[in-house]
């Protein structure tokens, strides 16, 4: 029997169709009825029939026909927003889908894989995964560390021995010991007090970068997570599962630890999380619907979760990344103008740099070369400029690599 997710005003209905023959518009007033039952004021309507609305797909927000077969305009599953006529939107409102839309309604889920093992993970690798081009998967070896480090934990509770964090609470409560019964509680516990951050949630880009950089800690296998849960971390992220994560409320160097709770909380199928294929909706509604299982947290697999840096750490690889690209861009540019000008590239020559020991000096003296006139790739203008009483070029032209 198929079943739709249905946005009304905040709330999100899960809503079954015995017949799929019914309506878009049918839908959307049984999802309306559901969503008056469930409020002591019926919301706000004195009847379903009053209530004026269209409905938009939560991916891409194509408008739907209201005359329409569920069967012809939906797949089973698929996540809808009602939007009812008249609503003023509150300002703390979140849109289903992040600026952009279009991109994301284009969204393929990639078939290529990066391989983590906690080492060997690049900022370009980094920014590639936030864009949503590759799955990840862990290397054996990463695996094997990851067994290795859960066992001691998992040694450390049956031993009942009494280690910060896994069998005691946090801060002033380091010396009350925790029963072995509530230690999932505890970490839970953890991970809902954290989640403390505000302002509007990163991007997608962002928060898969942010997820990805997380998965790469883990993989060193010094966290004490077991494989089960980081496995399970890692299917969220190769489905684009992404949880709320606000962009303000860290206090970053000291540990993102607020970000990286709103992180856990989504995969724990608590707070909102985002899909390309529901939008925004609740948590476990998302992961049922790409056919997983929130997170059973184990002993100290909370604390794993959310202490680190990974925040900053991602947008710092991003700003690396842009501005590598800016710096090369800028080479062109400067090229460009230097030969638009008549320029000489006789100031780039590979003898005049190697006497400097700086290497980006010498990189941007062989990016002018490649770009400019040379024996392998003869400039027709530069050739025009050949026989000419200039002695020299500007200082801010010949001196563009230094």
């Not at 959307?28 to 938009?56: C, H, L, W």
């Not at 990189?363 to 070369?369: C, G, K, L, N, Y």
Request: one cysteine or more.
């Amino acid at each position: 029997m198929p079943r739709y997710t249905v946005h009304v005003r905040g709330e999100w209905l899960a809503v079954p169709c015995l017949n799929c023959r019914n309506t878009v518009g049918w839908l959307g007033k049984e999802a309306v009825r559901r969503y008056m039952k469930n409020k002591p004021d019926n919301g706000g309507f004195a009847s379903v029939e009053e209530v004026k609305f269209y409905i938009r797909r939560c991916k891409g927000l194509g408008l739907l026909d209201l005359d329409d077969t569920v069967e012809d305009a939906l797949e089973d599953n698929e996540f809808v927003e009602v939007v009812i006529e008249g609503d003023i939107v509150s300002p703390d409102f979140i849109p289903s889908q992040p600026e952009g839309v279009h991109l994301y309604s284009k969204y393929r889920e990639p078939e290529q894989y990066i391989s983590l093992d906690g080492n060997s993970l690049t900022t370009e690798d980094l920014v590639n995964l936030g864009k949503g081009l590759y799955k990840i998967k862990l290397t054996p070896e990463a695996e094997a560390k990851v067994k290795q480090s859960r066992e001691v934990i998992e040694r450390i509770v049956k031993e009942q021995t009494v280690v910060y964090g896994i069998t005691t609470g946090f801060g002033k409560f380091a010396r009350t010991v925790i029963p072995n019964s509530k230690l999932s509680e505890l970490q839970v516990n953890l991970v809902r007090s954290h989640s403390a951050g505000v302002g509007k949630p990163l991007s997608p880009e962002r928060s898969r970068m942010l997820l990805a950089l997380r998965i790469n800690v883990l993989a060193k296998g010094y966290s004490g997570i077991s494989l089960e849960t980081l496995q399970q971390v890692i299917e969220a992220f190769n489905v684009s599962c992404l949880p709320y994560i606000p962009e303000k409320g860290t206090v970053g160097a000291s540990g993102d630890l607020a970000p990286l709770s709103h992180l856990a909380l989504g995969l724990i199928g608590e707070g909102k999380m985002w899909s390309p294929k529901s939008g925004w909706a609740d948590a476990k509604y998302v992961l049922e619907a790409h056919g997983l299982r929130p997170i059973t947290l184990k002993p100290k697999e909370g604390l794993a979760l959310i202490n680190g840096t990974q925040m900053i750490t991602s947008l710092g690889c991003e700003a690396v990344e842009r501005a590598s690209a800016i710096a090369k861009q800028a080479d062109i540019i400067a090229a460009l103008t230097l030969e638009v000008l008549k320029g000489t590239t006789r100031a780039f020559d590979t003898d005049i740099h190697a006497v400097r020991p700086h290497r980006g000096q010498a990189e941007v003296a062989f990016r002018f070369r490649s770009l400019l006139d040379s024996d392998h790739h003869p400039s027709e203008i530069a050739e025009s400029h050949r026989f000419c009483d200039r002695v020299q070029d500007a200082y801010t032209l010949r001196c563009c690599p230094q």
